[in-house]
């Protein structure tokens, strides 16, 4: 058996940014429109007209102030209100790859490896851009990597279920290494002309790169541990959306995009995760003064909040759970990494932290890290 760890991991942040003002103003511009056509079944009461949206209800309901997205011109039209992404052809590149792969090579190189190096690589996201070929063998072919590729989908669970599998792996042999790349377009599932979630999701991607632990060549965080959980639920669900509206290529329905009952989800994932955390770190001995770092999924600052005072006894200082859900919004899988990737440097050698990924499924995984010099 051999020991696992993270050696490197690298984030790719698009160029457009929204704030939560500019996605008011196209918000509320949309609405006035709503109700000034629909005005004659608003005033005998046959639908209810719709209710301005404003930054300080975005920001009291999530902690969200920006997100980033890959188009930002067709997300603030109110005459669209969500994202223009042009059909590539089957000879170019997917996007979703070219965002993978920008994520992957910064792990690679923080990593001290090349694409030579890589054994296999996970594509884990919530939506994929396509059903077959996979986006993760066109991402091993654009980074001109060997060993084998495959995707997965655990929702906003996937980039811990996927650093879990590669673990395993690695771990039994089966393979020297291996990438785990999530790449998120949130913002084309996303229903923008929602109130009660146009503010919620951004696009991003990033990508971590797991090796035996004495191939380090820095610093890395030896992976103790990895424990995952599902349980059904249909709470947040996304029927069938995804690319194929931001390139007009489908009817504009909103039962197809993402969908939430946001009241039950806090009654019960919140529980689910807090335990799911709580036996982990039992599992594995770490007691609430050992854990130095929790790195969460970025959904809501009031779910995390509630998760680290649960986990940790006692309300989390910033830098023990540090939070980038202001700056990124919810982008699924990958907002756990991005904590890690932002804010794990400056741990200490032999703290412990622990990364934690819940949602849609109902999904939960953790995996349970040690910061570590380098082999010398």
């Known amino acids: 058996m051999h020991t696992p760890a993270i050696t490197g991991h690298g984030v790719f942040t698009p160029e457009n940014v929204i704030t939560n003002d500019e996605l008011v103003v196209a918000f509320n511009a949309y609405a006035d429109r709503y109700n000034t056509e629909n005005a004659d079944k608003i005033e005998t009461g046959q639908i209810a007209a719709m209710a301005h949206s404003s930054s300080d209800f975005i ?50 190189e923080m990593a001290g490896k090349s694409a030579a190096d890589v054994g296999a690589i996970l594509c884990a996201a919530s939506n994929h851009e396509r059903a077959y070929p996979a986006i993760a063998i066109e991402i091993q072919q654009l980074l001109g990597a060997g060993g084998f590729a ?79 959980a599902t349980q059904f639920s249909n709470n947040i669900r996304n029927n069938n959306g995804f690319l194929r509206r931001t390139r007009d290529q489908m009817e504009d329905r909103r039962d197809m995009q993402f969908m939430q009952n946001g009241r039950k989800v806090f009654k019960e994932v919140l529980p ?89 499924g109902y999904s939960v995984g953790s995996v349970v890290v040690q910061k570590k010099l380098a082999h010398s």
Not at 68 to 91: C, E, H, I, Q, Y
Not at 326 to 343: L, R
């Open 59 to 108: 920001h009291a309901a999530s902690g969200i102030e920006n997100r980033f997205v890959m188009d930002k011109n067709g997300v603030l039209d109110p005459s669209r209100l969500f994202p223009k992404l042009p059909a590539r052809p089957d000879d170019a590149p997917s996007i979703m790859a070219e965002m993978g792969v920008d994520a992957a090579r910064q792990a690679l």
């Open 150 to 228: 495959f995707d997965m989908n655990v929702a906003c669970s996937s980039a811990t279920f996927g650093i879990q599998a590669a673990v395993d792996m690695v771990k039994s042999g089966s393979i020297s290494s291996a990438l785990v790349i999530c790449p998120e377009i949130c913002s084309a599932h996303l229903e923008w002309r929602d109130r009660d979630c146009h503010f919620i999701f951004g696009d991003v991607a990033t990508a971590v790169f797991i090796e035996r632990a004495e191939a380090a060549t820095g610093a890395y965080f030896e992976v103790k541990s990895t424990r995952c």
């Open 272 to 360: 689910m995760v807090s335990q799911h955390i709580a036996d982990h770190m039992a599992e594995e001995n770490v007691s609430k003064d050992d854990l130095k770092r929790l790195w969460l999924h970025q959904a809501n600052k009031t779910m995390n909040d509630y998760i680290g005072k649960k986990v940790l006894g006692r309300t989390p200082e910033p830098h023990e759970q540090p939070n980038i859900l202001q700056d990124y919004a919810n982008t699924s899988s990958a907002g756990s990494i991005i904590a890690f990737s932002k804010h794990s440097n400056d741990m200490e050698n032999g703290a412990h932290g622990l990364i934690c990924s819940f949602g849609a």
